[in-house]
């Protein structure tokens, strides 16, 4: 009967397994791991309590228990539809139920049986393969809520017994190991995207050397073609508007070249906020500095202030924030065919701000949940994919937030919103 039984759950576990990778590479990775744990969860749950309660029976075992596990298992199920607030908030309280509560009563309640200290060992290392900063708050309060329900059940001697006691070093440097692996991902991680910031600049840099050649040698030929009294001769016309397109081109990529120095640089520098920044007067320099193509692609994009306000962060990172945005629109307007920018800054709202408004080509559905990954750029090979997961990490940094709504073919909002009233770091 065990055997059919493990079969069984071993199957079930690789279709799981099989249909979930079919969204690596299109899903969140937060979205992908919600949806591995509660499909899991939600079958393990009941099927464990069949092991325990009939085939390994143990000292203690609670349906209630698992019942609200299997509930919050089951709502992780349309995780899809979460925004990202409803997200983190149901991770932190799935977490702390799970695997340090559920796991750590059981296990104390289970007087620190092999079975259960296993199972908490492995709960603990499942949930610091996420977020550790959620991870630790889960563990603190999941533990913490375990400890006083096992103390108002009466069962406080089972807390400081030896067999409890010795098992907090192992699951302690469990955790550090796994911290410690995590914080090296992480910092190969910044390692890339330094090297790929580093790189940026030095192509941006040898580009400049022809780009000046090109530059001094137009404007060599329009003083000759312009030489002489009266009107041009028909057929320089043509040569002199030929040579001020070549010439405006050449401006167009040096503000370009200036653009990706300035992404570049802000990938390897501190993003925490130093200063008070006005939003309206950073937008104002955005649209200034931006090198929009012509006039008419200028006249496409609106500033509408509502009510400004400001905001604890860095300048010059602002600027990196706006100047992708618009890049984006502007290319998404190119892309449709139609449509045109608006820019809102409304500090009247709670919290203010900032509306990233355009009416073109839109982002599809399957799209949205990875626009701000590294290294991923929608359509295919349309740049480095760094351009709006720098934005979210300056955002983070910052403790306010980006979002995107959008309808494909319609139009896309980028929702900045900041902190009420920020403090500076010092």
């Known amino acids: 009967m065990k055997q059919p039984l493990q079969e069984s759950f ?21 979205t992908v791991r919600i949806l591995l744990l509660a499909c899991i969860g939600t079958v393990a749950m009941p099927l ?35 925004s990202r607030r409803v997200m983190d908030l149901y991770l932190l309280v799935t977490l702390s139920y799970i695997f340090p509560f559920f796991f750590t009563f059981m296990f104390l309640m289970n007087h620190a049986s092999g079975v259960w200290s296993e199972s908490l060992l492995i709960g603990l290392i499942v949930l610091f393969h996420f977020d550790t900063s959620v991870a630790v708050k889960a563990y603190l309060i999941g533990t913490a809520a375990a400890v006083a329900a096992v103390a108002m059940a009466g069962d406080t001697a089972v ?75 028909a057929d320089r016309v043509g040569t002199v508007d030929a040579l001020a397109r070549i010439q405006f081109e050449v401006r167009h990529m040096n503000h370009m070249i200036d653009l ?21 007067a950073v937008v104002a320099a955005v649209l200034k500095r931006y090198p929009f193509v012509n006039a008419g692609q200028q006249k496409l994009v609106a500033l509408e202030v509502r009510r400004n306000f400001s905001f604890a962060g860095q300048s010059e990172l602002s600027v990196v924030i706006l100047l992708n945005l618009l890049r984006n629109a502007l290319k998404a307007i190119q892309r449709a065919g139609k449509g045109r920018v608006r820019i809102v800054v409304d500090g009247g709202h709670a919290p203010p701000r900032l509306l990233f408004i355009d009416t073109g080509c839109g982002i599809p559905a399957q799209q949205m949940p990875l626009i701000f990954h590294r290294f991923y750029s929608f ?23 980006i979002e995107c709504v959008s309808r494909e073919s319609a139009y896309a909002i980028f929702i900045l919103e900041f902190p009420q009233q920020p403090s500076l770091a010092r």
């Open 10 to 30: 071993k199957r079930w576990k690789t279709s799981v397994l099989q249909s979930l990778l079919q969204y690596h590479g299109r899903e969140d990775h937060a």
């Open 48 to 82: 464990y309590y069949v092991i325990w309660q009939h085939f390994f029976p143990q000292e203690y075992e609670s349906l209630p228990l698992r019942l609200v596990g299997i509930v919050l298992c089951a709502i992780g199920l349309f995780a899809r539809q979460f």
């Open 159 to 233: 807390l400081g017994s030896r067999l409890v006691l010795q098992q907090l070093p192992i699951h302690w440097f469990t955790i550090a190991v796994l911290a410690a692996a995590k914080i090296s991902r992480e910092v190969l991680a910044q390692e890339k995207l330094a090297g790929l910031g580093a790189g940026l600049a030095t192509v941006a840099h040898e580009l400049r050397t022809p780009l000046t050649s090109v530059d001094a040698n137009v404007r060599g030929l329009l003083r000759m073609c312009s030489e002489g009294a009266g009107p041009l001769p």
């Open 260 to 280: 990706f120095l300035l992404s570049a640089t802000a990938v390897r520098r501190s993003l925490r906020p130093i200063e008070t920044v006005s939003m309206e």
């Open 379 to 401: 359509p295919p090979h349309n740049g480095a994919g760094i351009g709006l997961a720098l934005c979210q990490e300056i955002m983070d940094a910052w403790s306010a937030t």
